[in-house]
């Protein structure tokens, strides 16, 4: 499977079951099923999902606040992970979000996941800061990373 093959589209309740499996496996903290519903839920909220076929093979929450896009999860699964998966998600977001010129991007990242910021620098974001403590399983510090909103 390569990122070409891939259908995008907007996640629903239906996914709820799917979108846990790859959770529990990709996160030691994983959300619950009622953090992804509210998500889901949101008006404010972009939540796409990468289909093979049938199959929910990554997704990605994301939550509009006034001034920044806020990725909140990305998560794909492990058998079709360095794939493309999550690029192709993510830029997907970009080009539905591509005309709220005034809204950049924002998310947190553990800096001990050196795979993940390569990713989020390839895309454009940078780092801006440092959330100590941020992570609860293990109270281990988070890179608060950032994409300019005109970048494409």
């Known amino acids: 499977m390569t990122a070409v093959a891939l259908e995008i589209r907007t996640l629903d309740l239906v996914d709820l079951t799917a979108i846990e499996s790859i959770e529990q496996r990709a996160y030691p903290t994983p959300w619950s099923r009622s953090m992804f519903a509210s998500e889901l839920a949101k008006p404010t ?12 093979v990554g997704y ?45 991007y924002t998310l947190e990242v553990r800096i001990s996941n050196e795979d993940a910021i390569r990713l989020y620098e390839k895309l454009g974001f940078e780092p801006r800061g440092v959330r100590r403590g941020y992570y609860t399983d293990n109270r281990e510090d988070a890179l608060i990373m950032w994409r300019d909103a005109r970048q494409q």
Request: one cysteine or more; proline letters at 2%.
């Open 60 to 104: 990605v929450v994301n939550s509009r606040y006034v001034d920044a896009w806020h990725v909140m999860n990305v998560a794909v699964h492990p058998e079709h992970q360095r794939r493309g998966v999550a690029t192709a998600l993510l830029e997907r977001l970009f080009e539905l979000t591509r005309n709220d010129e005034r809204r950049g």
């Open 45 to 56: 909220s972009i939540c796409l999902g990468a289909f093979d076929g049938s199959d929910l």
